[in-house]
């Protein structure tokens, strides 16, 4: 993680209107158990929920202070997919940037198809595997507020190594590129119009198995070490014990159904 929005040290969080292409303005879980789902994010995060576009099966969206900020669904059945945190990018035009996907070597699952009157999204991948979503608003601009505990802090892709992917990511959304200049680091930082809008990190071999390369989302917290350990009184786990870090204290966890998710409390 390099930079993340907000800070965690103010009482407001910081509202967002509509986004610039290629910012990360959402992001969405699709997991089994929704119900059960939502009671843990309910308590690990304060959030409520209200039914959302249902295009793709139930979904609901998570509310923080009346403010959108999170999506949560329901995977059919019969479908056994990784319970994973997607993040979407914005775009002006879904079907553009879907065809520009295809033609730079990634992959279109879902759509791009209309989310009732929210939006248009599809759902793609790059060309090493790692899923995201696009996002065209409408009604529906996507994350309400950042900078407040509950709230999506970062997004950063995990992968063997940043170089071709990172090509990938500016071609298709136009991304200035900005490697971290540190010793045994692979990471390139994601900025649009000078701001750092996510990152790319190259962990080589410490890319796990069993998932491949993944986008992580950070959600902001007022305290890492007790979200930790509501994390683990609500069913989770932990995967990466809290630590300190330059920018702020952190760590990696998973909600009961396995979904990877970070925590960070940000450095002042």
Not at 44 to 66: I, K, S, V
Not at 150 to 173: C, H, I
Not at 225 to 235: E, M
Request: charged share 15%; hydrophobic share 40%.
């Amino acid at each position: 993680m390099t930079e993340a929005r907000g800070s965690a040290g103010r009482l407001n969080g910081t509202t967002h209107a509509g986004r610039t292409p290629g910012t990360p303005c959402w992001v969405s879980l699709m997991v089994h158990g929704m119900a059960a789902t939502q009671d843990f994010y309910g308590a690990l995060f304060g959030w409520e929920f209200q039914p959302g576009p249902q295009q793709l099966g139930p979904y609901a969206r998570a509310l923080l202070d009346g403010h959108e900020v999170a999506g949560i669904g329901q995977l059919p059945p019969d479908r056994h997919l990784p319970i994973a945190w997607t993040p979407y990018l914005a775009t002006d035009d879904v079907n553009q940037t879907a065809e520009t996907v295809r033609h730079s070597g990634g992959t279109v699952g879902v759509g791009p198809l209309d989310a009732a009157d929210a939006g248009r999204l599809a759902i793609a991948s790059d060309p090493t595997g790692a899923v995201f979503g696009i996002w065209q608003a409408s009604e529906h601009l996507g994350t309400g507020i950042t900078g407040v505990p509950g709230t999506p802090a970062w997004n950063e892709l995990l992968t063997r190594d940043s170089g071709s992917v990172g090509k990938f990511y500016q071609g298709v959304f136009g991304y200035e590129l900005e490697p971290v200049a540190s010793a045994g680091l692979d990471y390139v930082t994601l900025y649009i119009d000078g701001r750092p809008v996510a990152g790319i990190h190259g962990v080589g071999s410490d890319l796990p198995r069993d998932r491949g390369a993944h986008w992580l989302t950070y959600f902001e917290v007022a305290d890492t070490d007790d979200a930790v350990a509501r994390v683990a009184g609500l069913g989770g786990r932990l995967l990466k014990p809290a630590h300190d870090s330059p920018h702020g204290r952190m760590a990696t966890v998973a909600d009961p159904e396995g979904a990877v998710f970070s925590l960070v409390h940000k450095a002042a």
